[in-house]
């Protein structure tokens, strides 16, 4: 083979072995007050979920947030509310991402939302057990919850966060009785 056809047959194969490799995943660290949550984000199968979710890190959103519903061996939830227990602004509703192939399995992470499908905002749950009733095809209203990441570092933090006291406070159940707060929510660069 000739050098300039061969060197254009390469530069051709890496072209295309670059296009055919996996984007890189991107992570979020949640620094709370009792440890660090890694989570790695599933853009190919949630992307418009992940995309909402980057911009309020992005933003400074989850930083101050607490863990405001806590229920051992289901999940822990945070991600909108202050220690006081007051909702924070929120850009409007995204479209539930819930039949995408990712299950509401232990230390996956998922967005809340109300009664209503298309509902999700800024609030994010993290599954401490199998809650496999909450994926669209088992879920009574036959939506579901968006799962569209996982834990990858600090299941033991989540694992404490479960087990922390709770009670009833401001309207609200299953508040810790001492604020659990994500301190910092950063997007980890791409290795």
Do not use: C
């Not at 660090?36 to 853009?43: C, R, W």
């Not at 220690?83 to 929120?90: C, G, H, M, Y």
Request: charged residues 20%; proline residues 6%.
């Amino acid at each position: 083979m000739q050098q300039p056809v061969r060197k254009a047959v390469l530069a051709t194969l890496a072209i295309g072995l670059l296009a055919a490799a996996p984007a890189w995943a991107q992570k979020v660290r949640l620094a709370t007050s009792m440890g660090d949550i890694v989570v790695q984000l599933e853009a190919e199968k949630a992307p418009k979920t992940v995309a909402n979710f980057v911009q309020y890190v992005k933003a400074g959103h989850y930083n101050g947030t607490i863990f405001h519903r806590v229920i051992d061996g289901f999940m822990i939830q945070g991600g909108g509310m202050s220690a006081d227990l007051q909702e924070k602004p929120t850009k409007a509703p995204i479209p539930l991402e819930a039949r995408n192939g990712l299950s509401n399995v232990r230390g996956s992470i998922a967005m809340a939302r109300t009664m209503v499908p298309d509902s999700a905002t800024a609030q994010f749950f993290i599954n401490v057990g199998d809650n496999l009733r909450l994926d669209a095809a088992n879920s009574p209203d036959g939506n579901g919850y968006a799962v569209f990441g996982k834990v990858v570092e600090g299941m033991d933090v989540v694992d404490r966060i479960k087990t922390v006291p709770v009670g009833n406070k401001a309207g609200h159940q299953n508040v810790p009785q001492q604020p659990v707060t994500i301190k910092q929510a950063t997007l980890l660069s791409e290795k």
